[in-house]
Structures are given as structure tokens and as C-alpha cells.
């Protein structure tokens, strides 16, 4: 069992680790002359939200119906479903393929618009990963923060040459891909905290943190992935990561 320094601590640097593989997928970008195309990257994305989906479901869902019921694992995904949907609708952000959503910004920067947007598919992310430990669950935590880190590969690359393609250089991209994972850590440092503070609520935590993440992974990725006609390997990739990562929380 972890006590509460250490699930602060875990939940925190493993985010942070997570968070920081985004750059593993950012490095093409800065050696490839030809920009990806839009079947590759809605390969990747796919394949991310595979991953997403299978770390939700027996990381967070699965943990969350053990320890406190069916009503408690519903209410926690509806109220966080929720609350990323009111994220979404009033802050402004611009997506790199769906485009702008939320009021109008004019006074921000596209580049702003994109980092809120990253912001908040990240930031849930980092909470889950922060919230995983709660309890002491350290392997529950390790496999989940795993299946965040693998999909932020992927990710990072299609961020990246979005940003390329949005008329970024090379290496603006690849920091403001950077940047993107360092949002991470501060969601684990918080889902770590609620966790250690109100310890009872823990099954409330873990199924928010996977309504959370099941919304972006609908109301963005998938989305995205399905708009170019290239619907048939996008959901095959899905698939692949989901049996992968599902594989993965088996051995570990």
C-alpha cells in the first residue's frame, strides 16, 4: 500500500512520464521532409483512442465498479462526461481538422486556441493517471499510466505535423508538441490530491476521470478520424489498440 506522500508523488511522475512521451512522437517531425498524410494520421489517432478506450475501461471503469457499485460508477461517469462537455462548449479552442468551437476569441492567437484545445483532451489524461493510485493501487496506476504514455506516442506525432501543417516550423512544432504533454502532470498532481484528500470518494474519482476521458475520446478523436473517408482503417486501428492495451493490462 502507498501512503499519501506517495501517491502524490506517483501519480504526479508518472503523468509527467506519460505526458513527456508525446515527444517520442513529436522527434519526425523534426527529421521527415514530407508531411504525413491524412490516412496516416488518422491511423495514429485511431490507434490512440483504442488505447484510451481500453485503459478507461479496465483502469478506471472495471476498478471503480469493484469498489463502489453500479450507481456510484454511473454517476461518476455522467458528472464527468459532463463537466468536459461545459469545458468544451465555453471555453474557446480550435481544433487542428473540426476547427474552432466554444465563444469567439479574436484577441487569442490561433496557436492559444489549439493549446486549450490540447488542454482539454490532456488534462483528463493526467487526472485519470493521478487518480489510478488512489487506494494504494500502484500496478492499477503503472498499467494505466503505461496506456496513456503509448497513446501520447502516436498522438504527439499527429500533433506535431498538424502544427506543420497550420504553417509552424519544424521546431516550433516540436515544442509546442512538448508543451502539450506538460499539461499532464498538473492534471495527475490533482487527481493524486483528490484522491488523498477524500479517500472515500475513490470510485466516484475513477469513474469521472473515465467519463472524462470517454467524451474526448468521442467527441473528438473518433470524429476526426472519420471525416477524411478513411472510416475502415481508422476503426481497425481502434481495435488494434484496444486488444493491445488490453493485452498489456493483463501482463503487467
Not at 7 to 24: H, Q
Not at 28 to 39: S, T, W
Not at 124 to 132: I, K, L
Not at 170 to 178: A, E, I, V
Amino acid at each position: 500500500m502507498l501512503t499519501n506522500l506517495q501517491i502524490w508523488l506517483y501519480g504526479t511522475i508518472s503523468s509527467l512520464i506519460a505526458g513527456l512521451a508525446t515527444v517520442i512522437g513529436a522527434i519526425p517531425v523534426l527529421f521527415m521532409k514530407k508531411e504525413l498524410n491524412e490516412k496516416s494520421m488518422d491511423f495514429l489517432l485511431g490507434f490512440a483512442a483504442g488505447v484510451m478506450l481500453s485503459a478507461t475501461m479496465f483502469s478506471l471503469i472495471v476498478p471503480s465498479l469493484e469498489q463502489g457499485g453500479i450507481l456510484i460508477t454511473i454517476i461518476g461517469i455522467l458528472t464527468g462526461s459532463i463537466v468536459i462537455d461545459l469545458f468544451d462548449r465555453f471555453a474557446p479552442h480550435e481544433h487542428f481538422l473540426k476547427g474552432h468551437e466554444g465563444p469567439e476569441a479574436a484577441k487569442l492567437k490561433k496557436i492559444w486556441l489549439f493549446i486549450i484545445a490540447i488542454t482539454l483532451h490532456n488534462f483528463p489524461e493526467g487526472m485519470a493517471v493521478g487518480v489510478s493510485f488512489g487506494g494504494g493501487m500502484i500496478s492499477n496506476g503503472i498499467s494505466l499510466a503505461l496506456a496513456i504514455g503509448l497513446q501520447n506516442i502516436p498522438e504527439g506525432t499527429a500533433t506535431a505535423f498538424s502544427l506543420l501543417q497550420a504553417n509552424y516550423s519544424k521546431k516550433q512544432s516540436f515544442y509546442w508538441t512538448l508543451l502539450t504533454g506538460l499539461v499532464e502532470p498538473l492534471g495527475g498532481l490533482l487527481g493524486a490530491s483528490l484522491v488523498v484528500l477524500m479517500e472515500p470518494l475513490l470510485p466516484f474519482f475513477l469513474s469521472f476521470a473515465a467519463g472524462a476521458m470517454l467524451y474526448v475520446i468521442s467527441d473528438e478523436i473518433i470524429p476526426e478520424t472519420h471525416s477524411h473517408g478513411n472510416e475502415e482503417i481508422a476503426t481497425f486501428s481502434l481495435i488494434i489498440g484496444f486488444l493491445l492495451m488490453m493485452a498489456l493490462d493483463v501482463i503487467f
